[in-house]
DNA sequence: ATGAAAGCGCTAACAG
DNA sequence: CTGTTAGCGCTTTCAT
């Protein structure tokens, strides 16, 4: 009672209820106006968002969220922000929830178990609408505590096949033939792989595409080194090619971090990139153009990848029926910069070592 | 009616009301023991408890805040995501708010006024309990929106001296005293300053810093270049840098970025960093690891500075009487990699031009 | 210590 | 086309 004479007051806490009366129509002619449905009266309706305006009314989402069964947030479930891969995608989701007035909740599994059930919980508790789920890797049972919300997930290459999820399968394999073939073009002959942690499909795939590309024109995909995705594993990894005969002149990695290990450890032994060493990336995160030389790379757009996330769970959402399962495909492609060059002529080092 | 009875039967969207029919209690103790109320009886609580883990029972925090006045979200307003001086920050915003169960609303203006009005009018909508307002330089009328609301706020640098409104002050003499001093004890007389949009009252302090460090060891801050925070920028510089005889053998740079596109731009004149010209950063950005060769730079720690964010935002909502306006401090200071070394001897050049 | 009941601010039937 | 009213799921007096 007393709180609602304050407001008399001040009137920084309005209501519906407080624009109704102003504008002398009902609670409802408000609501009407807000939404812009199209059924009222002009005249009624200049008149609500001459008070909205006015006063500087903005509708309490909470309220609307909990009347209308629908939150407008989406669930962003990323393994570490910190990761260069994800801010592109968060940025693109943000763009996105603006353009269609939607939140997005954001949270960070850390790799920590603990942290991704507590990243679902919040998920739920905050009702959110759909959730993209972009961590490599999730426990099954947190999974289906989602699903038997039936709340729209979407996943990265390796989602359930179920109702309410959506996939989007990466093709690695373009990309990365791309990327074989432009070394081989560059008369590299010793072509290395490293990979990213075998226990990740998506490390997985990459690798067999790498072996695949290689089948393709003949050449030998022998020197295949594990590495884990780091800076330090690229590092650790052309540390162990150059133990290899003859000697890989060009090095394909799993992704950019371990690329950009590999020229820093090239740095190190004073084998200069590209002219003795060429180097491809993949992913192409931002920090791919930072490098010295600029890296060479096979990009796997996170712009594309988070819209089609975005999209696959408004339709799901906007979707009355029973959703038809959906696939969405994301090529990869090559990225020319100038981490690659001409292999080097047999039996010629350009410096002597130190 | 029809919607209630379904319930019996899909019991996916519990409510506080079921959970206390099958504990045979009343809501208002379901609503006590969940928030752990100390006088319930610990047999009901014990009762309710068993019935929330078994039906996987989560509160609606819409309703929850809907009542309580509170939605334990705090906003956080950056200039743009996808700048590495971000992701540090929201992971640690993120790991807060896991700690202290709140949601973090982020917003991401890209720089464009439009964006900064929808993202505060999207925070006030949410009705966040406070926002961290981390982007260089914002509309007054806009902090007005959120301070005639109420809204805690903080800022770094550039906040209004007001209650309510929380300030984080940085210390960039400190870590700026430290690189000059650094640069002068390798033997550099030449030590040039690429500053930032000189717009901005953070790149502005930067420049003072410089100037005063300059000055108090008794060198001539003439070597003075306008640059932009950008990597194009810091290259733009350099180049110009080159034209200044004597040339400069130290560059210190307003930020991570600059640095960078100078040490680009001196790959590119064949010019050897550090030990034809050392460079040093500001930032410490995460990619200031990652460049060849790792960057020497002033750290203005990102989790302490958004642990200070976040923990002002909390001391404000928790406290109830009228809250003492605080000020906090954030200290820089110098990280050596190896993007400096002493400097090079008049008249002995390395390698000749090529 | 527990329960009944009144709302938080909004939307959506349902009447008119 | 507009208004009345019954909730959405929860917390919180106020009685008991």
Same sequence: chains 1, 2.
């Avoid at 759909?130 to 426990?139: D, H």
């Avoid at 004073?270 to 920090?287: A, C, M």
Wanted: hydrophobic share 40%; charged share 25%; glycine share 4%.
């Amino acid at each position: 009672m007393l709180l609602r004479s304050q407001k008399f007051f001040s009137h920084f806490s309005m209501d519906i209820r407080e624009i109704a009366r102003r504008a002398k129509v009902s609670t409802a002619t408000v609501s009407r106006a807000i939404n812009r449905i199209p059924t009222v009266d002009p005249q009624l309706s200049k008149r609500v968002w001459k008070v909205v305006d006015e006063l500087g009314y903005y509708p309490n989402t909470q309220a609307r969220a909990l009347v209308s069964g629908r939150s407008r947030i989406f669930g962003l479930i990323v393994s570490e922000i910190t990761n260069p891969f994800f801010p592109e995608i968060l940025q693109t989701f943000e763009d996105l929830a603006v353009e269609n007035n939607y939140e997005i909740l954001i949270t960070s599994t850390v790799h920590d178990p603990k942290r991704m059930e507590i990243s679902v919980r919040r998920m739920i508790e905050r009702r959110v609408d759909g959730v993209a789920i972009l961590t490599f890797g999730m426990e099954d049972s947190l999974i289906e505590h989602l699903r038997f919300r039936k709340v729209p997930l979407v996943f990265v290459d390796v989602g359930p096949d179920a109702p309410l999820v959506a996939n989007i399968r990466i093709d690695y394999q373009n990309g990365i033939r791309q990327a074989v073939q432009h070394l081989a073009a560059l008369r590299h002959k010793r072509i290395a792989f490293v990979t990213g942690p075998l226990h990740l499909k998506s490390a997985l795939a990459r690798k067999a595409a790498f072996q695949q590309s290689m089948d393709e024109i003949g050449l030998p995909s022998d020197l295949i080194i594990e590495g884990d995705h780091t800076l330090e594993g690229g590092k650790a990894a052309l540390i162990q090619l150059m133990d290899f005969r003859p000697r890989a002149t060009g090095v394909l990695c799993s992704n950019d971090m371990t690329a950009i290990g590999v020229i820093r450890e090239a740095y190190d032994l004073d084998l200069s990139v590209p002219s003795e060493l060429s180097v491809v990336g993949f992913d192409d995160i931002r920090l791919a153009q930072f490098t010295t030389p600029p890296l060479t790379t096979v990009q796997m757009s996170q712009r594309e990848l988070a819209k089609l996330a975005f999209q696959a769970l408004m339709s799901k959402v906007e979707a009355d029926g029973p959703s038809h399962r959906v696939e969405y495909k994301l090529v990869t492609s090559l990225i020319l910069r100038d981490s690659t060059a001409l292999a080097p002529t047999p039996g010629e080092r350009k410096k002597p070592s130190r």
